[in-house]
Structures are given as structure tokens and as C-alpha cells.
């Protein structure tokens, strides 16, 4: 039998090539222009010194060499990886523990999880200006909680020393349910098989997570790691409406400091770089933290 295409196959197999073209073509434009272009203009700006009441010479890499040599932006860095990992910690061990406790069957508890999912449910701006009230030093619900229990009132983040651990207890009341929900799916997905012979063998509840759900679970735990982290380098909403970066700059992180001096500096040019620089940060730690779930072994 002979497999020749015909002529007429070929023409019309062309034709289905142009109409596939049709629908490329627009979409292609769109990404290019949402995408594609604002991130070239941001490298363009990044080596010129683009101010919005002036000229913009090219720089070159003196926008980059300045980075090296301005300490509020090292400074910056480093809060960003403290909050950064303060607010993937403690998500993650708060959402597996609620994960496993979800996981086991009790009185109301669907409505226990969904009154759990609740805080993840409202927008960033609107939690930050109840927090915002809730922290104020003599009219909050929190200083007012404390003395009720005999404990001292805290500035919580009207001072240098609390504004991060505040900031961080923010983001793990809110994102937690997200670590819950997505090892909770793992959860139930796996085998009753081995907490049965577990059981049988006398195994306490700590052993059978500690050698049972934990190593099965972990592939769920590291992908929930991978979203916390991506997300909490980002962070910017909530830092901002509830100080500002402030008092100071005590809790001015990378994006923080970018805004400010794209925006409130109108120094275009310095805050591209920081972008740019911001965007490969990301990108690395997205790549690294992807390489580790590869290696993850499905059980």
C-alpha cells in the first residue's frame, strides 16, 4: 500500500498550517508586548540614568557597580532573606501539623477547616489595614489581649527590633492554610496499607508520622516550600500598608527599597537595576528550589 501523499492531502494540510498561524500570531503580539517588552525597556533603563525631570545618558554598568557600594541596598537583601525564610518556616510547620490533624476524623471538622481557610481568602490589603489597628500601641486588641494575661505591651511594629517577627507573623496567619491545603491533598492520597501494619505493630501516632507521613508526604511538603518561597520573596502589600518600610528602614526589603526609589525617588534608572538584579535573584532560587523537588522520589 503506498503511503504518497496526494496532492490534495498536502494542500490541505497546508491550509490547517495557516489557520493554526492565525491563532499564534495574536497571542505571539500579546506576550511580546506584555511580557517581552517591558523587560527589555527595564534592561534599557537599567544602563542609562533615567530621572523623570532630566536627560538620560547612557551609564553603562554604573547603575549595577552602585549596587556593590550602597549599604541600604545590602541591607535591604539581607532583610529580604530573613523575612523570606522566616516566612516559609513557619507556614510549613504550622500547615503539616494542621494537615495532619485535618487528615484525621473528628467532630465539625469540615466546618474547623474551612473557618482555617478563611484568612487566605481575603486580599493583602485589607488583612494588613486590620493588623495595622490591631497593632497600634494603646487603642489595639493585641496590647490590650496581652495585659489580660499579665505580659507587658509590645511596640510590635512600631519598633526595629519586633517589625520583622511581625511582619512574619502576618504572613504565616495568613498563608498557612495554603501549605495545609496542599499537603492535605497529599495526605489523603496515600496508601492506608502501611498505617494498618503500623498499628498492628503498636506504633504510637509520633512514629507513624515520623516514619510513615513525613517520608510520603515530603514530595507535597517540598512543592508547598517551593510556592511559600517564591511568594514571600515578592512580598510587597503587606510590608507596605502596614509600615511603610519603616520605622526607618527597618523593615524596607528589596522591594520595598525598589518602589521607593523607582517611584518616591524617581530615580528610574537605579531602581531598573535593582529590578533586574531582583528578577535574577528570583530566578535562582526558583531554578535551585525546582532542582530539589525533581529530585524528589515519588513513593
Sequence with gaps: MSTTLSPSRFRHGRNYARSYWMFAVPAAIVVAAVIVFPWI???FMSVHDWKVSGATPFVGMANYAKMLVDD?????IVRTLVFTAASVVAPVILGVWAAVCFASNF?????????????????????????????????????????LVGLPPSAWVYDSATVIPTLVMVETWQWTPLVMLIVLGGIASLPSDPYEAA??????P???FRHITLPLAWPFIVVASV?????ALKAFDTIYVITLGGPGTSSETLNILLY??????YDLGYGSAMVVF????ILLVSLLLLHIRQKQVWQ
Excluded: E, K
Design 41 to 43: 525597556f527595564t534592561l
Design 72 to 76: 541600604r541596598f545590602q541591607w535591604a
Design 107 to 147: 467532630r465539625f471538622r469540615g466546618l474547623a477547616r474551612t473557618i482555617f481557610v478563611l484568612p487566605m481568602m481575603a486580599t493583602p490589603v485589607a488583612i494588613s489595614l486590620v493588623w495595622t489597628m490591631m497593632f497600634h500601641p494603646q487603642l489595639g486588641v493585641l496590647n490590650y489581649l496581652l495585659s
Design 199 to 204: 498499628i498492628l505493630d503498636g506504633a504510637t
Design 206 to 208: 509520633w512514629q507513624m
Design 227 to 231: 510556592i511559600r518561597m517564591i511568594d
Design 260 to 265: 521607593q526609589t523607582a517611584f518616591a525617588y
Design 278 to 281: 531582583f528578577f535574577v535573584l
